[in-house]
């Protein structure tokens, strides 16, 4: 399982962003994907998770202004970020589980004026 992350950039305060993940090798819709994030000095922490079937969580910092999605065809995980505040301020990492831990590389995220 291969998981590359795009999508990250600068972002002023308020502003939006739209992270993507696209997931190669052996992918199946019924496992779990979320995408995680961490920043400097931090360990790294969840931000939204995606289940088989839809089922959706979300850390409490970001519920209201973030929405995680999946397309199944295209093997793609997107994290919809709106809002966004400078405590956003991360490297965010998708990531795939069926038992164990996959992880992609990360993308930044920076929020700042």
């Known amino acids: 399982v291969q998981l590359q992350a795009s999508g990250g950039g600068k972002v002023q305060p308020g502003g939006s962003l739209r992270l993507s993940c696209a997931a190669s090798?052996?992918?199946?819709?019924?496992?779990?994907m979320g995408w995680y994030r961490q920043a400097p000095g931090k360990q790294r922490e969840l931000v939204a998770v995606i289940s088989s079937g839809g089922k959706t969580n979300y850390a409490d910092s970001v519920k209201g202004r973030v929405t995680i999605s999946r397309d199944g065809a295209k093997n793609t995980l997107y994290l919809q970020m709106n809002s966004l505040k400078p405590d956003d301020t991360a490297v965010y990492y998708c990531?795939?589980?069926?038992?164990?831990?996959?992880w992609g590389k990360g993308t930044q995220v920076t929020v700042s004026s």
């Open positions: 990531n795939y589980y069926d038992g164990v831990q996959y």
């Open positions: 090798g052996s992918i199946a819709s019924i496992n779990a």
